[in-house]
């Protein structure tokens, strides 16, 4: 098997039976703000985008790149699709002119020509992803893969169960707008961000100790930040608390923790794989690459300026009534939603400015009021949660009738936020639900969930503790950590007081806890 790396968190997937190509992504994502890193345009796409299959993770913009996947991607190639509970990947794709779908069902093993076999598990929470998320499972002549990407599944006993994996491919790095944009003294976003850092390497250990695989493959990030407002999101300043660590640097935390099997793919590098070994060959030293890594972002921020400029030209629409064209489009939802504006459980209030992110003037405060059921105009009350950002990048989401905001303005970073108490997981579920089916079905996904009982309990230490996470059910008898009387799942980093079962980390999702004896 031929795994040819290009870049975040595509590859090419060569076998004597066929090709796939996972999650190509080239074009700046995210408002501008997220290009790939290394940089993986100069790569012969023409030649890459020839191929049996394509997988698609999910929609999230740094897997799903529309324009490239129009104009490179072959249109002969079969989809190999998730299972997913909407039809928007499917039909997205189609628009782009793919018309050979391949309908997987998850957790099931399905064999192509050839005798090529491959396995997609798809995760359908509402927070998984823009509603979906999946893993990718491949096996030819003996050798299997697991390309993970940024999928968080509970645990990997599924893709173990189907035999010893040799190359795993997972998500390390950040890809979110945590703790960044939050309006905190430096000291504590950095000491929020260190926190992250370390959970998100927590996580990526468990999962590699779990396959137990042979190779390891640091992907899916991360991205790099090349418009002068986003800089210093970059990893380059030495700061412990950024949460987008390289893949060097992945390399240097898992030595510490014993592992030798890492090996990076930059666009345009080749491994070999067979049951017994990989062997690869780069385009360039991989680590001169990382220690010249601040020189390459000032090249890559100068050669994609123009682009930058000219997305930032197409965001602004000074014609849309922007609190008009919300009350339009939020309201019908709002009295839609009961699980989700329960959840919210308060207005939350945007502030739109001048400029083309949150430093500039205020121009107008518009609160969508959840218990209320409207958007209207801020009347100067207190709000659990503000958002801070252009009012051209709120025109633009309505332009083109965007339907998720986390999966546009939120991942931009364009944007700085504050909130007085936990955090709340149903103000983004919601703003990632802006249309008639992703929210119902959010609401029927929350209704299932908050019904079911979860009579299995497991043991942690002094503690009987229910097994499954109120959050989004992992199994806490592998995800679980006790330190005194507050439970860490590692698989999200959400904390719990065990004695009174509140969630530590946002509001709701209560957990079922006995200390043992009492």
Known sequence: MRITGTGHASMRIDTSAGS????????????????????????????LGDVDYLYVSHLHRDHFDAQ???????????????EYPTSQLEDELRELGFTKFFKTVSNQVHELDGGLKIMIQALTSPTDGPIGDSSLWVEHDGVRVLNQNDARPTDLTTFAELGHVHAHMLQFSGAIWYPMVYE??????????????????????????????????PIAGPPCFLDDTLWQFNDIFGDEGNIFPDQSVFLSEYAKVGGTNGIVLLPGSVTELSEKAATTEHPTDVDEYFKNKKQHLEEMRDRKAPIIAAEKASWRHPEIDVLGELKKRIEPLLEESIYMANGV????????????GPDGEVVESIVVDFPGKQVRPYADEKVRYRFKTGRALIEHLIHIDEGDWV?????????????????????????????????????????????????????LGDWTVQRRCPHLKADLSRFGIVDGNVLTCQLHGWKFDLPTGKCLTSVGHKIRADKTGS
């Open 20 to 47: 796939i190509l996972c999650d190509p992504w080239v074009n700046p994502a995210y408002f501008a703000s997220w290009f790939p890193f290394p940089d993986n345009s100069q790569l012969d796409w023409e030649t």
């Open 68 to 82: 490239h996947l129009k104009q490179f991607i072959s249109k002969k190639a079969t989809v190999l699709l998730p």
């Open 184 to 217: 905190l003294p430096e000291g504590a976003k950095t000491a929020f961000g260190k926190q992250k850092r370390d959970r998100q390497f927590d996580r990526t250990w468990r999962y590699i100790d779990d396959l137990k695989a042979d190779h390891v493959f």
């Open 345 to 356: 459980g308060g207005p939350v209030r945007f502030d739109l400015t001048d400029s083309d």
């Open 407 to 459: 999966n546009s303005l939120f991942l931009s970073c364009r944007f700085s936020a504050a909130r007085i108490g936990q955090y709340n997981e149903f103000v983004y579920a919601f703003f990632k639900c802006l249309s008639e089916e992703r929210l119902q079905y959010a609401e029927g996904w929350y209704d299932e969930h908050e019904r079911a009982v979860e009579a299995e309990d497991t043991q």
